[in-house]
């Protein structure tokens, strides 16, 4: 699962500034997308699950900082290409069907 997402997801630009990153964008990306398939209904739901789940996640990705805040997922979801999101997430679900 994860080479192939991360495969499809590793094309989308980070809108962040090189000294703002201390999460990886494709950490914040496959935590996101975990926890909403799960059942996370919003920023907090998602920071909950990540701090549930964190060991079953560095099973896929490294998360070397852990789980970012709640603000920091928002922040960072909200600033990605919504046009490149979607190409990437419809070409990860294509490809594992």
């Known amino acids: 699962m994860s080479s192939q997402f991360l495969e499809h ?5 980070d809108p962040r500034i090189e000294r703002c990153r201390k999460h ?3 950490d914040i990306i496959f935590l996101s997308v975990c926890a909403v398939l799960s059942g996370a209904d919003g920023w907090e739901s998602i920071e909950e ?8 996640l560095r099973k896929f990705v490294p998360m070397k900082h852990g ?3 709640h603000d920091t997922i928002a922040r960072v979801m909200s600033r990605l290409n919504p046009e490149g999101l979607h190409r990437c997430f419809i070409g990860w679900v294509q490809a594992e069907s």
Request: a negative charge; aromatic letters at 16%.
């Open 9 to 13: 997801f590793s094309e989308l630009e």
């Open 24 to 26: 990886d964008l494709l």
């Open 49 to 56: 699950f990540g701090e549930a789940k964190l060991e079953w």
């Open 67 to 69: 789980i970012p805040s």
